[in-house]
């Protein structure tokens, strides 16, 4: 392959990923794509449901037999499902040519379809597809209602300005300097990460998931402000912006922090950690304290096996540390409106501990009467923001230490 094809090939991979964000941005809300399904793109939005091909040639002129091959994988599909008559999805092919355009006359019929689309030689032999597969005209006129040729879409600059212009439109509060610098790099990994996927159904996403995992300005931002100013003055960064509250006390509210330790866990530092947040992150106990100003923090440690966190709930309570962790008696089931319950001045408990990442929304579910607020400190990968309900506070804050925390609690 030349310099000059491979370029044109690795574009071309781009004008599609490019062509599947328009396509997930541009759906209606609950809208989905599935990223190299039967298609390049398959649209799954009500009416406007289609398998979509992409076509990129800037330097070829149009021939229908640059398009030929996809028409017959979309007939014979459409014939696979015994030609249904009532098909939502339609069939989308979507190509840029430097000329000859005016070679395809369109609306098509069922002859032009015939001989310019599904007849083609093969070894000195002429095949027919619409004979081979026994189509027959009824069912040919009902596929070409479902097909749609487009061969005068955007150019690669013009369809990668378009997406620019979506993501301002679609994300709120973002800028166009924003959508070249973060979000549209972003949102070209999560595509690609999709497309290469081995399994179908992970090569699906929505149009609120995407959305979702491409809005991280603030996780860039953040990484960025770690790496060139220094830990301290990241640590401190974080405690100004998430615990600062003036000169008032620390408001009631339930905070949940999650902390990924992995392989950086070493109980003596985990259980001073531990110890600290909940020394910062729960009420100041007084001799008259009202039961309903009494709160303490939640935290889940991802990461962490079984036996590492029964040994550092040991060395807390050997430390006098009252902690509840949602289970009333041993071999009961995780109850989390156990969890959730206010300490009182019995039980003065200065940490709930949230036992794994599939408690968690049920958990926060159980909250009522508070702020919630969400503090994930990750190193590798974010929490899955599915795990948390709408309308509660994320803040996802990337960390090349576990403990960071509690240098921000130190700042």
Not at 31 to 36: A, D, K, Q
Not at 190 to 219: H, P, Y
Request: net charge negative; charged share 25%; glycine share 6%.
């Amino acid at each position: 392959m030349t310099d000059r094809s491979a370029t044109a090939t690795i574009k071309g991979y781009f004008y599609q990923f490019d062509q599947t964000i328009v396509q997930l941005l541009q759906a209606t809300k609950h809208g989905s794509i599935t990223v190299e399904g039967v298609e390049d793109i398959d649209l799954d939005d009500g009416d406007d449901s289609a398998f979509v091909q992409c076509k990129y040639y800037e330097g070829t002129d149009y021939n229908h037999s640059v398009i030929k091959e996809a028409v017959i994988h979309m007939l014979r599909h459409f014939h696979a499902a015994d030609c249904p008559s009532g098909q939502l999805f339609k069939y989308r092919l979507r190509g840029h040519y430097k000329g000859g355009q005016h070679k395809l006359t369109l609306p098509l019929t069922n002859e032009f379809l015939k001989e310019h689309f599904l007849t083609y030689t093969k070894e000195k032999k002429v095949h027919k597809v619409h004979e081979e597969l026994s189509i027959t005209d009824v069912q040919l006129d009902a596929f070409r209602g479902l097909l749609e040729i487009d061969v005068n879409a955007l150019s690669y600059d013009d369809q990668q300005a378009q997406v620019l212009k979506l993501l301002v439109s679609e994300i709120p509060g973002c800028a166009d300097v924003d959508a070249l610098s973060f979000f549209y790099p972003v949102a070209i990994n999560v595509v690609q990460g999709l497309a290469i996927d081995a399994d179908e159904a992970k090569r699906k996403i929505t149009k609120d998931e995407f959305i979702k995992a491409i809005n991280r300005k603030e996780v860039v931002f953040s990484a960025w402000l770690r790496e060139h100013l220094g830990r301290e003055y990241f640590a401190r960064m974080i405690r100004r912006k998430h615990f600062y509250f003036g000169k008032t006390k620390m408001p009631k509210a339930s905070r949940f922090f999650v902390i990924e330790m992995a392989d950086e866990y070493e109980v003596d530092q985990a259980t001073r950690m531990i110890v600290r947040i909940g020394q910062f992150f729960s009420h100041k106990e007084l001799q008259r304290t009202p039961a309903a100003d009494r709160f303490c923090p939640y935290v889940l440690l991802r990461g962490l096996t079984v036996e590492q966190l029964v040994e550092l709930k040991r060395s807390l309570w050997s430390q006098g540390v009252v902690f509840n962790d949602g289970y009333p008696f041993q071999g009961a089931e995780f109850a989390p409106l156990m969890l959730v319950a206010d300490p009182t001045k019995e039980n003065l408990w200065t940490i709930k501990f949230v036992p794994s990442e599939q408690q968690l929304a049920q958990t926060i579910a159980a909250c009522t009467g508070s702020v919630i607020e969400v503090y994930d400190f990750y190193r590798t990968s974010p929490l899955d923001s599915a795990l948390v309900p709408k309308a509660r506070g994320l803040h996802s804050i990337k960390s090349n230490s576990a403990y960071l925390l509690q240098e921000v609690m130190q700042a």
